[in-house]
């Protein structure tokens, strides 16, 4: 996997990885990771905040994880979520990739049925997918200091765990900063965001990409669920994408501020 790397050269840098497009639907997520992009390409130089940032931090982006289930929603079901992989004698397809990771896999909150929506797959790992975000983040665990998943939709932004209702040892730290980043993000548009671990905040599942991540090392997990609250939900009009990225990018930067100071 080669996510795209985005930052001024130099040797050693901390750096933070962001990938979109984990589940097929959630169509707003791939644009977010390209006006990421954009906005880096065009701040440089311009935007004194965003220059610090890719001064001193990489940022990885992979703005689309899952491409064979994102294309299938485009060609034959809107609303497909998991992946396309074939699981072996079975009459269904796909797994769910945020339900794929060795992180309590398969206990609560996801299935051991290959028709299921929430299939965790054979073994964590399984899919072509998940292993090479997997191994790309132990290859560079010394350099990545967060990693920020972005899905769609219900306005949220959530930290570990997902798995347990058990407080993560940096549950204060990573609520506080939550809680300043959703703060941002409103100031722009009025949008409000829920914040909090996910377990509590969302539902119990297990299996997710940012509880993996976070207890392989990267202190700074967290996954974002982007707008709407569900009136249009996955469907969300294009005239929602500029805005929706413009705020997400005022949390994204707040939160990789924090970092840049403190990881
Ligand atoms: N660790 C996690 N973090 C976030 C979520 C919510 C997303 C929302 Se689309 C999902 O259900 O995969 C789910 C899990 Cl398992
Ligand atoms: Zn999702
Ligand atoms: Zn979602
Ligand atoms: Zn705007």
Not at 10 to 16: D, E, H, Q, T, V
Not at 90 to 119: E, L, M
Not at 228 to 251: H, N, R, V, W
Request: hydrophobic share 35%; proline share 3%; charged share 20%.
């Amino acid at each position: 996997m080669h996510p795209l790397r985005v930052g001024k050269s130099g040797s050693n840098k901390k750096a933070i990885f962001i990938d979109c497009g984990f589940h097929a639907r959630e169509w707003v997520t791939p644009a977010f990771c390209q006006w990421f992009v954009k906005e880096a390409i065009n701040s440089y130089g311009s935007d004194e905040e965003f220059t610090n940032l890719l001064d001193n931090l990489d940022f990885y982006i992979l703005p689309v994880l899952n491409v064979d289930g994102y294309a299938y929603s485009w060609t034959n079901d809107r609303l497909w979520r998991k992946t396309r992989s074939l699981n072996k004698n079975q009459k269904c397809v796909g797994t769910d990739p945020n339900r794929n990771f060795d992180a309590a896999w398969c206990t609560g909150g996801a299935s051991a049925s290959p028709c299921s929506t929430v299939y965790c797959g054979s073994t964590p790992e399984s899919e072509n997918e998940t292993k090479a975000l997997g191994d790309f983040i132990r290859n560079n665990l010394s350099s990545i200091k967060g990693y920020l998943t972005i899905h769609s939709y219900s306005q949220m932004l959530l930290f570990p765990y997902s798995y347990t209702n058990l407080r993560a040892k940096d549950h204060n730290e990573l609520n506080s900063l939550a809680k300043s980043a959703v703060e941002k993000l409103a100031t722009l548009h009025g949008t409000v965001y829920t914040y909090g671990p996910g377990g509590k905040t969302i539902y119990i599942s297990a299996g997710g990409s940012d509880d993996w991540a976070y207890d392989t090392g990267v202190k700074y997990s967290y996954t974002f669920e982007l707008r709407d609250l569900g009136t249009y939900g996955f469907l969300l009009p294009e005239s929602q994408i500029k805005d929706t990225c413009e705020e997400t990018m005022l949390a994204v930067k707040h939160i990789a501020e924090h970092i840049l100071n403190n990881a």
